[in-house]
């Protein structure tokens, strides 16, 4: 099975074609081995930095933005996006103050302070 992709690894965007054989994954189009790595890990294991908004319970309407420290499986996403709708956190917060220390194996932290 062939499966086309844009590498997103830097502004050059690359075409990237890869050839699925069972396990063997064939990239061509890369024009460096990071392109290569990312083309495998999409087509075996595609991760992704999920970053969404928090409610701050004590300040009126207003909501914290946050992300996974690390990225998450794609097909978890959804999963941290439920449990996100559902937490609150108590102002004041500070980039990288951790949110939740374990969500679909990442920690939820902070991206921007809130006074
Ligand atoms: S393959 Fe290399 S040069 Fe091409 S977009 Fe990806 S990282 Fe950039």
Redesign the pocket.
Known sequence: MKRDMI????????S?CADIQGENVTVTG???????E?AINECTNPVRTVTATVRVSNRYNTMASVKTLTPVAKDKMMEVMNILRQTQIQAPAKIGDVVLADVCGSAIVITKEIL
């Open positions: 590498c997103i690894i830097c502004p050059r965007g690359c990237l890369n024009a460096c081995p990071k392109g290569q990312y």
